[in-house]
Every structure is written in structure tokens, then in C-alpha cells.
């Protein structure tokens, strides 16, 4: 499985972004989609995530109710759209896609302004 993580960007706080990832390859293979996210000096964590099967969706509590994780399955691209960004949510942000192995893109950065 291939990604393509594309979005990111300068906002200032308060603003949105919304980040995509498109995949291919072995996308019947993908059981769950996510989002993570690694700011400076910190370690990766996991920001939202999607499972193929039935769609059911899942946010660190951090994020939840101002980041919204979707999927457009004709277009194989998972998104994230982030509203009520802070600084905070400054990171480089990944897009992963579970099969039998973990699949990562390339990282999109998001730099939030205060």
C-alpha cells in the first residue's frame, strides 16, 4: 500500500485545514485507516482513525469535536478535516494504513500560529 498525505499548511489559531491521503495499491488489503501526528521532541500519537469495514471512527481526546476523519472509498483518500485549530496542533502529520504490516506516507506539516 502506497500514501499520499497532502494538506498541510500555515493557519493561524482558530482557523481549519484539511488534510487528505490518498492510497493505492493493495487497498482491499486496508482493515484501518489513521491519522498521527509528531510534534517537535514528542513522540508520534495517534489522532483519529477509520476502520474500512463499516466506517466506525475514532478520535484522541485531544482532537475530538474539532477534528473530523471521513472517506470518499470511490477515490481511495481518507481525510481530516481540523477546525478550531491552537497551537497545540502543531505537527507533522502522518497518514498510516493497517493491513498485515503498518503503512506510513510522508508526512504533511501543519503549523499553527498564535
Known amino acids: 500500500v502506497q500514501l499520499q498525505a497532502s494538506g498541510g499548511g500555515l493557519v493561524q489559531a482558530g482557523g481549519s485545514l484539511r488534510l487528505s491521503c490518498a492510497a493505492s495499491?493493495?487497498?482491499?488489503?486496508?482493515?484501518?485507516m489513521g491519522w498521527y501526528r509528531q510534534a517537535p521532541g514528542k513522540q508520534r500519537e495517534l489522532v483519529a482513525s477509520i476502520i474500512t469495514d463499516g466506517g466506525s471512527t475514532r478520535y484522541a481526546d485531544s482532537v475530538k469535536g474539532r477534528f473530523t476523519m471521513s472517506r470518499d472509498n470511490a477515490k481511495n483518500t481518507v481525510y481530516l478535516q481540523m477546525n478550531s485549530l491552537k497551537p497545540e496542533d502543531t505537527a507533522v502529520y502522518y497518514c498510516?494504513?493497517?493491513?498485515?504490516?503498518?503503512?506510513w506516507g510522508q508526512g504533511t506539516e501543519v503549523t499553527v500560529s498564535s
Open positions: 498510516n494504513a493497517a493491513t498485515y504490516t503498518s503503512n
Open positions: 495499491g493493495s487497498i482491499l488489503s486496508i482493515r484501518v
